[in-house]
C-alpha cells in the first residue's frame, strides 16, 4: 500500500474521532473519552503531515507544468530550482511519515521489571548473572532511571542464581525488552586450571510492569507465606520473617520479595511482580496470535532463544538477531550497550514497516 492510501485511512480515522468528540455525551464516558483524545493526539501529527505532503505534490505539479509549457526562460529557472527544494523536502517528509506510520506498542512507555536467573555452568553461569545485573545496572545509571532490587539468590562463588529488579524511567520496557533471551558467555574460569575457555549462559527475562488497572488479582487466589531473607540485605537479614513469597494457585505462578524491612513494604511489592507475571502471560498469547503474522528476527516473545554471546578471550559481543558483532566487550559489560540496542530498535522499526506498507 502507497504513502498516499495509508495517510488517507488516517485523515478518515481522525476525522471519525473528531466527530465522536464532538458528541456531547461522551463526556459521561470518561474513559472513552480519554482513549480517543488519546488517539486523537497520536495522529494529529500525521495528518498535518498529510497537508504538507499534498501541498508539496500540488506545487510540484504546477511547476511541471510551467516546465512543460516552456513560455518564459525565467519563469522555468525559477521553477526548476524551487522544484529541486520541494522534491529534497518531499522526499525526506516521506522517510518521517513512514516511521511514523509504524504502530507504537503501548507496552513501550511503562516501566519494567528483569529477572536474571543462571543457566547452565554452574558457578561461572552464577558469576555471568552478575556480571549481567552490573551491566544492566550501570546503563540504568547512564539513563536517569531508577534501579530497585526486588529478590536475590546468591551464587556459592558469587555473582547470583537468580535477581530480579524494577526499572523506572522514561520508555524503560522500549529499550529493555530487546534483552530478553538467553545470553551465552565463553571465557576461561577463574578455578579453570589448564586454560580451556568454558561456556556458560544466563537467561534474562524483562516484562513490562502491570499496574492494577492492566490486571485484576483475586487476593483469594493467592497464598501468603512468610519467611526469613537471605542474601545481601543488611543487617536485618535471617532476624525476622519479613520475606513474603506469594503463590498464585490458579496459575501456579510464584513470586518473592525480600529487600524491603518489613513484611508490608515485600507484599506490596511481591503484589506488582504478580501482577506484572499474570499480564505478561496475557502479553504472550497475543505475542503469539501476532507471530504468525509477522516472523520478527528481533524476537521479544521467545525467551529460549540465544540472543547474544559474550567471548572474553576475542573481547567480542555477537548479537544473533541481527548479526551484529562488536570489539569493544569490556566496556559493553560496564553498561555501554547503547548501541547495541539501537541497532535492535531500528531493525525492528524496519520489520514492522515493511509489514505496515504491505
Known amino acids: 500500500m502507497d504513502i498516499e492510501s495509508k495517510l488517507q485511512q488516517v485523515k478518515e480515522r481522525y476525522d471519525e474521532l473528531n466527530q465522536a468528540m464532538a458528541d456531547p455525551s461522551i463526556y459521561d464516558r470518561p474513559d472513552e473519552y480519554r482513549e480517543l483524545t488519546k488517539e486523537h493526539t497520536q495522529l494529529k501529527d500525521l495528518v498535518e503531515d498529510f497537508d504538507r505532503w499534498k501541498e508539496l505534490k500540488k506545487n510540484l505539479k504546477g511547476n511541471k507544468e510551467l516546465l512543460e509549457a516552456g513560455e518564459d526562460p525565467e519563469i522555468m529557472e525559477m521553477a526548476s530550482l524551487e522544484n529541486k527544494e520541494l522534491v529534497q523536502e518531499l522526499e525526506q517528509l516521506e522517510e518521517e511519515i513512514k516511521f511514523k506510520l509504524i504502530p507504537k506498542d503501548p507496552e513501550d512507555s511503562k516501566d519494567c521489571i528483569v529477572e536474571i536467573r543462571a543457566g547452565t555452568g554452574g558457578d561461572e553461569a552464577a558469576l555471568f548473572a552478575g556480571d549481567l545485573f552490573n551491566m544492566y545496572n550501570r546503563y540504568a545509571d547512564s539513563k536517569g532511571w531508577k534501579l530497585k532490587l526486588l529478590s536475590l539468590h546468591e551464587g556459592d562463588m558469587g555473582g547470583f542464581k537468580d535477581i530480579v529488579f524494577s526499572l523506572k ?72 520473617d519479613s520475606a513474603i513469597r506469594l503463590t498464585h494457585e490458579p496459575s501456579g505462578v510464584v513470586v518473592e520479595c525480600q529487600e524491603e524491612r518489613s513484611q508490608h513494604q515485600n507484599k506490596e511489592k511481591a503484589l506488582v511482580m504478580l501482577r506484572t507475571k499474570l499480564y505478561d502471560m496475557e502479553l504472550e498469547q497475543q505475542r503469539s496470535a501476532r507471530a504468525a503474522e509477522r516472523k520478527s528476527q528481533v524476537s521479544t516473545g521467545d525467551r529460549s532463544a540465544k540472543i547474544r554471546t559474550y567471548n572474553f578471550p576475542q573481547g567480542r559481543l555477537t548479537d544473533h538477531r541481527i548479526n551484529l558483532t562488536l570489539y569493544n566487550l569490556d566496556d559493553i559489560l560496564k553498561g555501554d550497550i547503547g548501541e547495541i540496542i539501537q541497532a535492535l530498535r531500528v531493525e525492528d522499526n524496519l520489520e514492522k514497516l515493511n509489514a505496515v506498507m504491505q
Do not use: C, W
Open 169 to 240: 524511567g522514561e520508555d524503560v520496557y522500549g529499550e529493555m525488552k530487546y534483552e530478553s533471551g538467553v545470553h551465552r558467555v565463553q571465557r576461561v574460569p577463574e578455578t579453570e586450571t589448564q586454560g580451556r575457555v568454558h561456556t556458560s549462559a544466563a537467561t534474562v527475562a524483562v516484562l513490562p510492569e502491570a499496574e492494577e488497572v492492566d490486571i485484576k488479582v483475586d487476593m483469594g487466589d493467592i497464598r501468603v507465606d512468610t519467611f526469613r531473607s537471605s542474601g545481601a540485605g543488611g543487617q536485618h537479614v535471617n532476624k525476622t
